[in-house]
């Protein structure tokens, strides 16, 4: 009997550029997909364990070119890797910006992009928990892309995000 739980490294390379920082670990079993968490990874998630473990309860159902993993309640979930990324990249930056007291300027250095850029970035990172959850488990209304934030205003109260974004 072979053990069918891999690592987020050998099923995901890609979804965990930029996401290091908070997650420590994934692990998909036959009926679930186990997340450990970061101490960072804990503030994102509401529904996490003290412990910073979360399990999400999966099926395999066909789907195109083979057999997908979805939620077991049966929503149909579609992750945005692009939003995710830039999500987790953004709460980097602020964190970096807040620990580490560096100017926008010294990001955008660092990270080898413009200042301008930097800026409409970071703002990624002050979304409401409970989108930026939503968002991690890919259960955002389809409208909300990165490309539609990077166009609008992000509301600073968490319940104006809500409407603003599709959410109420």
């Not at 290091?20 to 692990?27: A, P, V, W």
């Not at 692009?82 to 602020?94: G, N, Q």
């Not at 200042?115 to 409401?128: D, E, K, N, Q």
């Not at 992000?154 to 409407?163: D, K, L, N, T, V």
Request: include cysteine.
């Amino acid at each position: 009997m072979t053990d069918s739980r891999q690592t987020s490294s050998q099923i995901l390379p890609d979804v965990v550029i930029g996401t290091d920082s908070l997650i420590e670990r994934i692990t998909i079993c036959a009926d679930n997909i186990e997340i450990r968490l970061t101490e960072p990874g804990r503030d994102l998630f509401v529904d996490a364990q003290p412990s910073g473990l979360m399990s999400i309860a999966t099926v395999m159902r066909p789907g195109v070119g083979g057999r997908q993993i979805v939620p077991r309640d049966g929503a149909s979930a579609r992750v945005d890797r692009s939003l995710v990324k830039a999500i987790a990249w953004a709460r980097d930056l602020r964190q970096r910006l807040e620990r580490d007291g560096k100017s926008l300027d010294e990001l955008a250095r660092e990270d080898g992009c413009s200042r301008p850029y930097v800026s409409s970035m970071i703002r990624l990172a002050y979304l409401a928990p409970g989108i930026t959850q939503s968002v991690l488990k890919g259960t955002q209304p389809a409208q909300l892309t990165l490309a539609d934030l990077m166009q609008r205003d992000i509301p600073i109260h968490w319940g104006e995000q809500r409407r603003a974004f599709g959410f109420s």
